[in-house]
């Protein structure tokens, strides 16, 4: 149980583009989702947070304008990188919270390309 | 803000030897969780504790959760090579929050 996936797992996109990448929880319903972003050799830093039915909260330093973040249903999550240019190629990761359980479960990542 | 050191940055060892690493904070943690990352995938929860004190393991894998709150360390015994990956300490602060520690990459030879 607990599975969540992303869609897509890589994705390569040009300069001054959108893209938009999904998260879902699979067998289970989530009133919170997470996204972050992991660098090469780096850790995994958040982004938002967003919980369903609700505008997302961002972390500080993160453009809400250019990470725009929809949490509308209990089981899909989407971010959609806006304008995206190439210091936006990253590792994006999403979790999902269960309502029952405490704990985030991770999804597979999505590997972001800008050309 | 809230950092976790996390320690050594990598290991390399030999197959059916012990690995220890650990994490430390200035702040006090609720809970604390460790992950393993392989390349490409995302982090998979290893262990989870939730009391200062707490000793708890999963199969080779035991992790204590520090009588201060603010440490942790994640030993695994005889290594194995598909031990191979990043290992992540993460500490749940009390705004539900989790901070991550920098990994620790382990290479284990056959």
């Known amino acids: 149980g607990a599975v969540v996936s992303q869609h897509p797992s890589r994705v390569i996109c040009k300069s001054g583009t959108s893209v938009k990448i999904e998260c879902r929880s699979l067998?289970?319903?989530?009133?919170?989702m997470f996204w972050y972003r992991q660098f090469p050799k780096q850790s995994l830093m958040l982004m938002a947070t967003?919980?369903?039915?609700?505008?997302?909260?961002?972390e500080q330093g993160v453009e809400k304008d250019k990470f725009l973040i929809n949490h509308a249903s209990l089981t899909l999550s989407t971010l959609t990188v806006t304008s995206a240019h190439p210091e936006d190629s990253s590792f994006y990761i999403c979790?999902?919270?269960?309502?029952?359980?405490?704990?985030?479960?991770f999804g597979p990542g999505t590997r972001l390309t800008v050309t | 803000g809230q950092q976790l050191n996390q320690s050594p940055q990598s290991m390399f060892i030999q197959e059916g030897e012990d690995v220890s690493m650990n994490c430390t904070s200035s702040?006090?943690?609720?809970?604390w969780l460790w992950y393993k990352q392989e390349p490409g995938e995302g982090p998979v929860l290893l262990i989870a504790?939730?009391?200062?004190?707490e000793l708890t393991s999963n199969g080779r894998l035991t992790a204590q959760f520090g009588i201060t709150r603010k440490d942790s360390f994640l030993n695994i015994s005889a290594s194995i090579p598909s031990d191979v990956g990043i290992y992540f300490c993460?500490?749940?602060?009390?705004?539900?929050?989790?901070?991550f520690g920098q990994g620790t990459e382990l290479s284990v030879k056959p």
């Open positions: 979790s999902a919270r269960p309502r029952v359980l405490s704990e985030q479960y």
């Open positions: 067998d289970f319903q989530a009133t919170t």
């Open positions: 967003s919980n369903e039915g609700s505008k997302a909260t961002y």
């Open positions: 702040s006090i943690f609720n809970t």
């Open positions: 504790l939730y009391k200062a004190g």
């Open positions: 993460a500490g749940r602060n009390q705004g539900g929050k989790l901070i």
